[in-house]
């Protein structure tokens, strides 16, 4: 779901836009600022959210680890954990096991080549790290899955893979915060199904039990939060 999903989503919300129809430029621009001004209000509250994407990076023969992050050897945003890889090989997939870090250290021998079998990450910072076993013996590509934090979206097209609790607490919240732009009043039931979307996140954020999300939430206050509080 793109940014731009989202921001259509929640103005058809409203009964502004039709499905299928387009927003002019300024518009989007505007829509994504108050986005991404929730989005900034939701990680001040302790909320942390975070979506799944999928990505492929080249590996070096004899080289088993990669440093994983902003400027790193996989330039791109440092994951909070990986789901799942796979090596691809001349058009064949061989997944990889994800296997915890501990695990690597204690491995007395680590130099083996080969087609790469398991695989370790060490989730430090600023960078994270990725380790392989086997050494890999040729230049594979490897694919991950994994779960990065959402912060912002860098621009409209950005997309970003959400579990539905975070889709409808975006879109219905949204809403909400750009009503008035459009001197559209809000319905009664458009305020309950946002304050309730939000809270359904909250309770699954806090328990940790969101589905595939590894949560970091320090700090996390459990005050009743203010949907209005940022229109």
């Avoid at 699954?204 to 039990?209: A, W």
């Amino acid at each position: 779901m793109t940014a731009q999903d989202v921001i259509e989503a929640a103005l058809q919300e409203l009964g502004i836009l039709v499905s299928g129809g387009t927003l002019n430029p300024d518009d989007l621009s505007w829509g994504l600022g108050k986005l991404n001004r929730f989005l900034n209000t939701l990680s001040s509250d302790g909320l942390n959210l975070h979506y799944r994407i999928e990505e492929s990076f080249p590996l070096v023969s004899g080289t088993a680890s990669y440093t994983i992050g902003s400027g790193a050897d996989f330039d791109t945003v440092r994951p909070n954990m990986i789901e799942s890889a796979f090596i691809r090989d001349s058009n064949h997939d061989y997944s990889l096991n994800i296997r915890p870090i501990s695990e690597y250290w204690g491995l007395s021998e680590k130099t083996t080549e080969g087609r790469p079998v398991k695989l370790y990450y060490g989730s430090t910072y600023p960078n994270g790290t990725i380790y392989l076993y086997y050494v890999p013996d040729s230049a594979y590509t490897m694919h991950i899955v994994s779960q990065k934090p959402l912060i912002t979206y860098a621009s409209a097209i950005t997309e970003a893979s959400l579990p539905g609790e975070y889709e409808d607490c975006l879109v219905l919240n949204l809403a909400i915060r750009m009503a008035s732009r459009y001197g559209k009043a809000t319905s009664r039931e458009l305020q309950l199904s946002a304050r309730d979307a939000l809270g359904n996140m909250r309770g699954l954020n806090l328990s940790g039990q969101m589905k595939g999300v590894d949560l970091d939430l320090p700090g996390t206050r459990q005050g009743i939060y203010n949907i209005d509080s940022d229109c």
